[in-house]
């Protein structure tokens, strides 16, 4: 499914977004790898783990909404490794 970089750049992205806090005044990044493949089983993006919902909702999203997101891809990435 998700490459080792892929993986990678995803869990270091997530824990900085993380570790920045909900006060950081500068742009929440998004995760698109530019893959933009859903998995048939799983339902999540093949680059980015996420679902189609977040992905459609991240355009119009705010920092606050887009750090839950990137807790999601968190979460999916510790379940992906376990």
Do not use: Y
Not at 38 to 60: F, H, K, S, Y
């Amino acid at each position: 499914m998700l490459s080792q970089n892929a993986m990678k750049f995803l869990a270091v992205s997530a824990l900085d977004i993380r570790a920045r806090g909900q006060n950081d005044p500068n742009p929440v990044p998004s995760p698109c790898l530019s893959v933009c493949q859903m998995d048939e089983d799983t339902a999540l993006c093949q680059g980015c783990l996420r679902t189609l919902d977040e992905i459609r909702v991240w355009g119009n999203a705010d920092s606050q909404q887009r750090r839950a997101i990137w807790l999601n891809i968190e979460a999916r990435l510790a379940q992906h490794s376990a």
